[in-house]
């Protein structure tokens, strides 16, 4: 995609407030490809730590830290490890956000009033998936986002009741199946 100069200044615009968030709490609905929804609570802190933690009685865990994505799903005794930066998340959670950057960027761009929708992907690693953002835009603000995989199968996560927060102790970001479900707050 060959960018304008709106575009390069919306694009450092969202460089600056994604490398200025350092940690988050907020709750998410989460729409998966099939169309069912989940609830939880969600943890952000950059550089490379996030948690899903759903909502009763949904048991799964997603946990990134230390490198890692980990999923947890206890009702089919399956645990997942996939190294952060092989995923499209991994753009959103790396140590310094750049999107025009040598290994990430930008498939599109669609603004509408009030919201704007960047879409990007990882250099070499097109066929892993796409990840597009969406921000409101007055004040800007992280909404949500689609994760597109490799089956083109979409999954979006809207985040509700944001509040910032942090530094988290690094135990919320581990996975540790010896341990029942957590009961950190936010």
């Known amino acids: 995609m060959a960018l304008t100069a709106a575009d ?12 200025a968030q350092k940690g988050l709490t907020a709750n998410f609905l989460q729409v998966a490809a ?23 009685p949904d048991p799964q865990l997603l946990v990134a830290g230390f490198g890692l994505l980990v ?26 956000v ?5 290994g990430v960027y930008v498939t599109a761009i669609n603004r509408q009033p009030g919201q704007v929708n960047i879409s990007l992907v990882r250099k070499g690693k097109e066929a892993a998936g796409t990840l597009t953002l969406s921000f409101a835009t007055d004040p800007l603000e992280l909404q949500s986002w689609i994760v597109t995989d490799a089956q083109g199968k979409q999954t979006s996560v809207h985040l509700y009741d944001i509040a910032p927060g942090g530094p988290f102790p690094d135990s919320l970001f581990q996975y540790n199946p010896s341990s029942g479900p957590s009961t950190v707050g936010g």
């Not at 390069?8 to 490398?19: D, F, H, S, V, W």
């Not at 206890?74 to 140590?95: D, E, H, K």
């Not at 750049?98 to 040598?102: G, K, M, Q, T, Y």
Request: without cysteine.
């Open 98 to 102: 750049n999107l025009e950057s040598a």
């Open 8 to 19: 390069k200044t919306l694009i450092a615009q969202i460089e600056t407030y994604l490398n």
């Open 71 to 96: 999923y947890h799903d206890p009702a089919l005794g399956q645990t997942t490890n996939i190294p952060l930066s092989a995923t499209p998340l991994g753009i959103l959670l790396a140590p310094h």
């Open 34 to 56: 099939d169309g069912a929804t989940r609830t939880g609570k969600a943890w952000l802190q950059r550089p490379g730590k996030m948690r899903f933690a759903y909502d009763p």
